[in-house]
T-cell receptor
Framework: DAGVIQSPRHEVTEMGQEVTLRCKPI?????LFWYRQTMMRGLELLIY????????DSGMPEDRFSAKMPNASFSTLKIQPSEPRDSAVYFC????????????FGPGTRLTVL | AQSVTQLGSHVSVSEGALVLLRCNYS??????LFWYVQYPNQGLQLLLK??????LVKGINGFEAEFKKSETSFHLTKPSAHMSDAAEYFCAVTNGGTSYGKLTFGQGTILTVHP
């Protein structure tokens, strides 16, 4: 299996622009998580889905952030408009229902907003 | 509610020395506990996990951790540090169950290994 795939790996954009981050979970996994990692705040859970349905979005910072999961193999995290404080590494993770709650992480997208 | 506290944001050891990274958790029900490792510019990789079976858990790269309910701890150890162990380590907790997916992570401990 290819593992969790994220694209792009790096994104540099200017303040006010729309940013879309993409994630393909491991085939057969029915949970998908979006995290943000910064030096100041550490690893934060933004939102997670179960069977393509958002379960908990309490970590989404504000209305500028939105996430969708149109099908079991694809999810997006969108920031519109982007701000410099959104600069961070964004991770996607997935897990299956059976087993012991282990999450498998993607390599992350490093976002820089100028 | 659940939470994780990692004592010490930075730990420095000499190559060959014992590695001890501390993790204490809070959970209202029996927890599942995890240690993840993050190498520079990479995602998190699972080192080991406790899921209510044996209290001493062995993981990859020679690491192990012991679940101590009375101390609400899950400290990570390795008898002899290698230079390649330098990374950031995260402890995480969940209340378990196949339908409860959310992990709560600690703030991380950066391990430095000196020659």
């Amino acid at each position: 299996d290819a593992g969790v795939i994220q694209s792009p790996r790096h994104e540099v954009t200017e303040m006010g622009q729309e940013v879309t981050l993409r994630c393909k979970p491991i085939s057969g996994h029915d949970y998908l998580f979006w995290y943000r990692q910064t030096m100041m705040r550490g690893l934060e859970l933004l939102i997670y889905f179960n069977n393509n349905v958002p379960i908990d979005d309490s970590g989404m910072p504000e209305d500028r952030f939105s996430a969708k999961m149109p099908n079991a193999s694809f999810s997006t995290l969108k920031i519109q408009p982007s701000e410099p404080r959104d600069s961070a590494v964004y991770f996607c993770a997935s897990r299956g229902t059976s087993g012991t709650a282990e999450q498998f992480f993607g390599p992350g997208t490093r976002l820089t907003v100028l | 509610a659940q939470s994780v506290t990692q004592l010490g944001s930075h730990v420095s050891v000499s190559e060959g020395a014992l590695v001890l990274l501390r993790c204490n958790y809070s959970s209202s029900v029996p927890p599942y506990l995890f240690w993840y490792v993050q190498y520079p510019n990479q995602g998190l990789q699972l080192l080991l996990k406790y899921t209510s079976a044996a209290t001493l858990v062995k993981g990859i790269n020679g690491f192990e951790a012991e679940f101590k309910k009375s101390e609400t701890s899950f400290h990570l150890t390795k008898p002899s540090a290698h230079m390649s162990d330098a990374a950031e380590y995260f402890c995480a907790v969940t209340n378990g169950g196949t339908s409860y997916g959310k992990l709560t992570f600690g703030q991380g401990t950066i391990l430095t290994v000196h020659p």
